[in-house]
């Protein structure tokens, strides 16, 4: 059975490598996405392979929005994996210095999104009696460096979710675990860090690799692992 999957977030630069990586296992892929450009360039950069792919331009921090969604992915068949690959990045002040605003925003991106996003799919899942689900934290999860609070907490608060989350779906056949990536090697971060040795942070498309493990049926005996991919950073 050719395997579906709901990619979150995915035309950003982590998302896209990882819908590329399941197109070129034959996977059938939905992507939500919020720029039409980058859902045009994902579909350029596939070839042949986009006429297995669907875009579906969705706030995944809106609960109607992402319950509309994956009652149109399941009205017609199954969802055998989703990956959440949405999340924000702030930082540069100490707690006291922080606005409020800062840390709602990387709560809701990165960790809104992901619980909205489980919630809807978790029980069709349970209903086929198999799934998985792929959430994106970060290093930060557990290495809370200075200035980045917000964003280290909301990340912490992901993991712990997927981690529950895994003990709820116990002996289900439904998995959840965690991905928790160092700083990705994207033209973003190059841009924003220009002076960094690159060769130090893990590809897109390396992060793609553990993902597709684990929403393989050779990860059937895996949830509620954090894995880290931090490379040589």
């Excluded at 986009?50 to 319950?67: C, H, K, P």
């Excluded at 930060?140 to 712990?160: C, E, I, L, P, Q």
């Amino acid at each position: 059975m050719t395997q579906r999957v709901l990619i979150a977030g995915g035309t950003g630069g982590l998302g896209r490598a990882v819908s590329l990586a399941f197109l070129n296992q034959s996977a059938k892929v939905a992507v939500t996405y919020r720029s039409e450009s980058e859902f045009a360039a994902l579909k350029t950069a596939a070839g042949p392979a986009s006429a297995s792919l669907e875009g579906n331009q969705t706030d995944a921090t809106d609960e109607a929005a992402v319950s509309r969604l994956i009652a149109e992915l399941t009205s017609n068949g199954h969802i055998d994996a989703m990956v959440n690959t949405i999340g924000g990045y702030s930082a540069g002040a100490p707690l006291w210095q922080t606005d409020p605003n800062i840390l709602d925003r990387m709560f809701t991106l990165n960790l809104r999104a992901g619980y909205l996003l489980a919630r809807a799919v978790v029980p069709v899942m349970l209903k086929q009696g198999s799934g998985a689900v792929v959430n994106i934290a970060a290093r930060a999860a557990v290495d809370h460096a200075a200035g980045a609070f917000a964003y280290a907490a909301s990340k912490a608060a992901a993991v712990a979710m997927i981690d529950s989350l895994a003990a709820d779906l116990k002996g289900t056949g439904v998995r959840a675990n965690s991905v928790l990536p160092s700083i990705i090697d994207t033209e973003a971060n190059r841009r924003a860090m220009p002076k960094a040795d690159f060769s130090k942070w893990p590809t897109p498309e390396e992060i793609a690799k553990v993902i597709l493990f684990l929403c393989s049926e050779d990860a059937r005996l895996i949830s509620g692992a954090s894995i880290p991919v931090y490379g040589a950073a």
